[in-house]
């Protein structure tokens, strides 16, 4: 959708589709800051963090991603629906190590 088709649509009972694609290259720092935002909550303590997140050794993705996603509000929007799920990873991509893209240096000519 491009900005112009959005004069189009009429400002109420339209419903829109925001996605956020993200891979997760730290665990535990994604745990470490979701913990961080659930312990800001009212009451929360250790224990619920930990219920709610699982353990940093081995966290629930998801959870995480969703404490830290979650839009606290939309300026006159109501949220509707939110969920987080695992995407399938393309078996055509294949990582290569950091070292593998940066160029080899050349050894000076002599001469």
């Known amino acids: 959708m491009n900005l112009r088709d959005v004069s189009n649509v009429p400002a109420t009972k339209a419903a829109f589709t925001a996605t956020l694609t993200l891979t997760v290259e730290d ?11 659930a312990m800001q909550a009212p009451g ?16 629930s993705i998801a959870d995480c991603i969703a404490m830290l996603v979650v839009p606290a509000g939309v300026a006159g929007c109501a949220l509707d629906d939110f969920s987080v799920d695992v995407a399938p990873v393309s078996a055509d991509v294949i ?3 950091v070292e593998a893209c940066r160029p080899a240096l050349m050894p000076a000519a002599n001469g």
């Not at 665990?27 to 935002?37: F, N, S």
């Open 27 to 37: 665990a535990r720092a994604l745990w470490t800051a979701a913990a961080d935002k």
């Open 44 to 59: 929360m303590t250790l224990s619920d963090v930990l219920d709610t997140l699982g353990p940093r050794e081995d966290p």
């Open 95 to 97: 990582p290569l190590p």
